[in-house]
């Protein structure tokens, strides 16, 4: 039986009031998303600093050691312990972290918003990624499942709708919602999930994943760890992106709003049900 580690909830306001003057000369009282700094330290060794929205910041330490693959199992970790007044997470391990400084000693930074850091070979563990096959029937996704996934997240009450600025992922299965978080970066959100999963038990065969932010090679790989063959984004996809799902078996789909999308790869993971060809007003026949 696996030993879940103890964690504090220090969730914090995600929103901040602030005075602003608009175009006509009117001051007027709005909420901006929040920002604050999270340092991680690890056996009492600063790791990073993550910016953050704090919404669930023991998860996001959580997913972002797994996805770091600095923790090979969340049995590996006693605790982790939020204390905003000094904007610190103590990450304490049951056995230390073999190999810690060989680990981060390679940084790599990414795309993401703000900037991200990448310990280690972003493609040095490909090979260990092992994704359902295209045939097995809770690995796919059709149109119609397609449609009610993005109109669950059209209808989610979200930091972003009220005052932008903030990027969202959700993990689904099939058109149910399961987890919906929101962060100052794409990473961010993924990794609350990733911690999310792993505390959980919850494994990624028969989900799907969605982000706002683009499919970049990190995206890419972060949900391939999380097992999941299916990412859909609100965005767009970058070449090398697009490249390692190729590679890993991912389905890709991005731009994709209300009953738009296109998908980048993984075709045969997509049960197509084409829309049928509108005429356009005035063209020629």
Known sequence: MTIAPRLTAASAPLMHEVDVLD????????????ERALTVFVDKRELVTLMTLGAAPELLVLGYLRNQRLVDSVADIDSITVDWSVNAAAVKTRAGIERFDEKTAKRVVTTGCGQGTVFGDLMGDLESIHLPPADEPTARISQQALYGLLNAMRVQESTYKSAGSVHGCALFRQDELLMFVED?????????????????????????????????????????????????????????????????????????TNRHFICYSGFDRFDSQPEPIRNVVGTAA
């Open 23 to 34: 175009e006509f000369g009117a001051t007027r009282h709005i909420s901006i998303p929040a």
């Open 184 to 256: 100052v970066g794409r990473h961010n959100a993924i990794d609350t999930i990733a911690g999310w999963m792993w505390l959980h038990g919850v494994t990624g065969e028969d989900k799907i994943f969605y982000t706002t932010g683009r499919l970049t090679s990190e995206m890419v790989i972060k949900s391939a760890q999380m097992g999941v063959p299916i990412v859909v984004s609100r965005s767009g996809i970058t070449q090398m992106g697009h490249q390692l799902a190729n590679q890993l078996g991912l389905a890709l789909f991005g731009r994709a």
